[in-house]
């Protein structure tokens, strides 16, 4: 599973609407043009975007976020830097652009980590196994098992989980994802052994001397023990046989 999201908007409505406004609300008649802008919107993981003025003047360019940073100031072109971020929470930093007394405003959003998992569950079969969880996060990440027969690793964008051998009564672990501030958690649940038996060939004794072909399926020893006289038991591979 493969989600993919795309963050970088245009910023041209938002342009008219607060580029060129002051902090009290006023506009400023002579105020710092821009033609465009792609500074809003940020992934957690971070990146960077431009300014471009409409004119070709000297202008001073501030953050008020140490996270956001001015990295290039030169002509018409003015690149933004923003950090990866390990918040739950959207955050917000205003640029600000100033030409003398005139002063544009433009405000830097980023996104907060997310995590998304395929499931949250895996159930094992006492024999164990191996099965894959797609996940998707933007920021490094670490993920643990608090149990030592349920082991987890990474393959490119999925969580590979393996289960060993269960000879005991079901259990259950957990599997933790942290990203930045944030956590998921998957459920890992393995059966207890079980006996299973399969359908009896030919079906029924007809005779002294015949015998009926038992399958099972269990992952630990079996016994068969009888309390009969007129017929008689013997285990081979995976299969029970009753001779009469």
Same mark, same amino acid.
């Given at each position: 599973? $493969? +989600?993919?999201?795309? @963050?970088?908007?245009?910023?041209?409505?938002?342009?008219?609407?607060?580029?060129? !406004? !002051?902090?009290?609300?006023? @506009?400023?008649?002579?105020?710092?043009?821009?033609?465009?802008?792609?500074?809003?919107?940020?992934? *957690?993981? %971070?990146?960077?975007?431009?300014?471009? &003025?409409?004119?070709?003047?000297?202008?001073?360019?501030?953050?008020?976020?140490?996270?956001? +940073?001015?990295? %290039?100031?030169?002509? $018409?072109?003015?690149?933004?830097?923003?950090?990866?971020?390990?918040?739950?929470? !959207?955050? /917000?930093? &205003?640029?600000?652009?100033?030409?003398?007394? +005139? +002063?544009?405003?433009?405000?830097?959003?980023?996104?907060?980590?997310?995590?998304?998992?395929?499931?949250?569950?895996?159930?094992?079969?006492?024999?164990?196994?191996?099965?894959?969880?797609?996940?998707?996060?933007?920021?490094?990440?670490?993920?643990? #098992?608090? =149990?030592?027969?349920?082991?987890? #690793?990474?393959?490119?964008?999925?969580?590979?989980?393996?289960?060993?051998?269960? !000879?005991?009564?079901?259990?259950?672990?957990?599997?933790?994802?942290?990203? %930045?501030?944030?956590?998921?958690?998957?459920?890992?649940? =393995?059966?207890? *052994?079980?006996?299973?038996?399969?359908?009896?060939? *030919?079906? @029924?004794?007809?005779?002294?001397?015949?015998?009926?072909?038992?399958? @099972?399926?269990?992952?630990?020893?079996?016994?068969?023990?009888? /309390?009969?006289?007129?017929?008689?038991?013997?285990?081979?591979?995976?299969? &029970?046989?009753?001779?009469?």
């Amino acid at each position: 599973m $493969k +989600r993919i999201a795309t @963050y970088l908007l245009p910023l041209v409505a938002l342009l008219a609407a607060c580029g060129v !406004e !002051e902090h009290n609300g006023s @506009y400023d008649a002579t105020r710092v043009f821009i033609e465009s802008a792609n500074v809003s919107n940020f992934p *957690p993981s %971070g990146g960077s975007g431009t300014i471009i &003025l409409a004119n070709d003047e000297k202008v001073t360019v501030t953050s008020d976020q140490p996270w956001c +940073r001015v990295t %290039g100031n030169a002509g $018409k072109t003015i690149s933004i830097t923003v950090d990866t971020t390990t918040s739950l929470s !959207e955050r /917000t930093a &205003l640029v600000t652009i100033a030409a003398g007394e +005139r +002063r544009a405003y433009l405000p830097v959003t980023q996104f907060p980590v997310y995590i998304v998992l395929e499931s949250e569950n895996i159930g094992f079969s006492a024999r164990g196994g191996t099965e894959e969880i797609a996940y998707e996060t933007p920021v490094n990440f670490t993920v643990t #098992s608090d =149990q030592s027969w349920c082991r987890v #690793s990474v393959d490119g964008d999925k969580l590979v989980v393996n289960a060993g051998l269960n !000879e005991q009564a079901a259990r259950t672990a957990t599997i933790s994802f942290h990203a %930045g501030e944030r956590s998921r958690a998957i459920t890992v649940v =393995q059966r207890q *052994p079980t006996l299973e038996l399969g359908n009896a060939t *030919p079906g @029924y004794l007809a005779a002294a001397g015949s015998v009926l072909k038992v399958p @099972y399926d269990c992952i630990l020893p079996v016994e068969c023990l009888t /309390t009969s006289n007129w017929f008689s038991t013997t285990i081979e591979g995976d299969t &029970l046989f009753i001779t009469a």
